[in-house]
């Protein structure tokens, strides 16, 4: 039992939550409503939940390509280490989990949650048919902050505070993506799957990832001048757009630039966000 426990842990990858949780507790900061810790955890869980089933959701769909590529061959689905039946259980698990802890929260969440379960059904499918494919990651993650501020906040109101940072997500994420997408450039080609690096080459796709991370930044500015304030948050924002520019300095290495560095990057985001609201007194 220890080692499929072991074998579960890696096929949901726990530790990318380092990405989500703080983009969640971002988005609950820019809401215009009463932050509990109740509504804290039951929002940190649901994204946990939902993040299972995204990812679960994923390499199902991707098993077969997974598969045919070296460079995943090795993961769980189709090394044989988990059964597709009990990836699926897992799968639905998170999603129940999501579930429960949006009607929790409130049921008009529990209203919305299918359409987050919806992008994440279809972002993995995107790259069998356009290179854009990288925006539906960005989408599926945008809809983080965005589901956080919702649980808060309970309307629509005030809404483009939200709406900046979760098309911060949605470019960030995508020029991220894009950068570890060069690494199966000849097998995306070969396979005929159109991810910008395959359709464009290397350098091409680059150059939209980082035109994606000058938007995300400028997205963040934006933010600031609308809604934040205060000289710590200005100082924030800085090493956020530094992180994004090493993060493309370092892309050969992908364990630095793709996992650690934007690990940092959420934190510091959610950083931002916390100080510069502090600043206005909202």
């Not at 426990?5 to 409503?33: C, M």
């Not at 900046?164 to 080609?189: K, N, P, Q, S």
Request: with cysteine.
């Amino acid at each position: 039992m220890p080692d499929r426990a072991k074998t579960y842990g890696r096929f949901v990858k726990i530790e990318h939550t380092l990405f989500s949780f703080p983009l969640l507790l971002t988005g609950a900061l820019l809401a215009d409503g009463e932050l509990s810790w109740r509504v804290v955890a039951l929002i940190l869980l649901a994204g946990t939940g939902a993040r299972t089933a995204a990812l679960g959701l994923n390499r199902l769909l991707d098993r077969v390509i997974d598969g045919a590529n070296p460079r995943t061959a090795g993961r769980e689905l189709p090394s044989g280490q988990m059964k597709p039946i009990e990836a699926a259980a897992v799968t639905g698990l998170g999603t129940l989990v999501y579930l429960v802890a949006a009607y929790l929260i409130s049921p008009r969440c529990l209203l919305y949650s299918p359409i987050p379960l919806a992008i994440f059904v279809a972002y993995p499918l995107m790259k069998r048919f356009t290179m854009w494919a990288h925006l539906g990651v960005g989408a599926a993650l945008a809809m983080g902050p965005l589901g956080a501020w919702y649980a808060v906040q309970l309307d629509f109101h005030d809404y483009p505070r939200v709406v900046l940072i979760c098309l911060f997500t949605l470019f960030w994420v995508a020029g991220f993506d894009i950068i570890y997408a060069t690494m199966d450039e000849a097998f995306d080609r070969r396979y005929g799957l159109h991810s910008l690096p395959a359709r464009l080459g290397t350098s091409r796709a680059l150059a939209i990832a980082l035109g994606f991370h000058v938007a995300a930044f400028a997205l963040l500015c934006l933010l600031y001048q609308r809604v934040l304030s205060g000289g710590a948050a200005v100082g924030l924002l800085l090493v956020i757009g530094g992180l994004l520019a090493l993060e493309h300095l370092k892309r050969s290495d992908v364990d630095l630039a793709f996992f650690k560095i934007n690990a940092v990057i959420g934190f510091v985001v959610l950083a931002f966000v916390w100080f510069g609201i502090g600043a206005v007194g909202l």
